[in-house]
């Protein structure tokens, strides 16, 4: 017997059954990454002392204090702030700086193309905690301690690799016909950069944009590193300096917590599609 597509409906359980495996696979790694975070948000409606006599079970009564108290706080919405502009800012120069690079590597040929993009591409291998002694002394002698430009300078230098590898591939997949038509029509080298290449690896900027912002966001040892001063404490700072002034206040830390979560959490589930896009198209491309 067939259904109503004509398909088999023999085939069409063999189907389901050579899928069943990865769906539960799929529901038990969602259920092992959502748990923690609701095991963190509800812990935050509990009081301390809750949380000792009834770890597992819900909040009784929901104190809503721990969440208000902090929504209230002049410091936390000043780590989210500082966040927030490092985040953009290191963004803005890593995505503009990389576009030009990428674009010189892939659509300009030039003896040592290769080597100067092995160069980028080894950059990958380089980990950030080898380079914090010499950065700090770097920073201190460019007087950039305690400045939001002390973090925002070497995140953008440390996402170049990954960045330049994502948009070298999407801008080398634009045809040179096109090129050649937009230098007939006038066009000059930057402007079919501009006008042209930019507006079509637009799912690939988003891409890049992203992870940028998630990287940022998530630093923690270079805005240690750099701030001494409590004025531009990212949120990553912020969480190990509040747990460190609230340590037998346990219920607020997960509080803390997560509100820290909350807005990268809603960027990535607004940025996702874009994501997941972008990697899908460069991974076709490819």
Known sequence: MSGATGVPKSLVRRRRLRTLPVYVVLWVVGVFMVTPLLYTLVSGFKSTDQLSSNPFGLPSPWVTS?????????AFWRSVGSSTVIAVGATLLTVATAALAAFALARFAFRGRELVFTLFTMGLMFPFAVAILPL??????????????????????????????????????????????????????????????????????????????VSSWNQFLLPLLVFSEPTWWTIPVGIQQFQGQYASDVARIFAYL?????????????AERQLIGGITLGATKG
């Open 258 to 270: 997560v509100l820290a979560m909350a807005p990268a959490l809603a960027f990535y589930a607004v």
């Open 136 to 213: 700090f002394i770097l920073l201190r002698t460019f007087g950039l301690l305690d400045n939001p430009w002390g973090v925002i300078l070497p995140e953008a230098a440390f996402g170049l690799p990954v960045t330049i590898i994502i948009l070298r591939g999407f801008f080398r997949e634009i045809p040179g016909e096109l090129e050649e038509a937009a230098t007939l029509d006038g066009c000059s080298r930057f402007g079919f950069f501009w006008r042209i290449l930019l507006p079509l690896a637009r799912p690939a900027l988003g891409t890049v944009s992203v992870l940028a912002i």
């Open 66 to 74: 721990n969440y208000t108290s902090l929504l209230g706080s002049g």
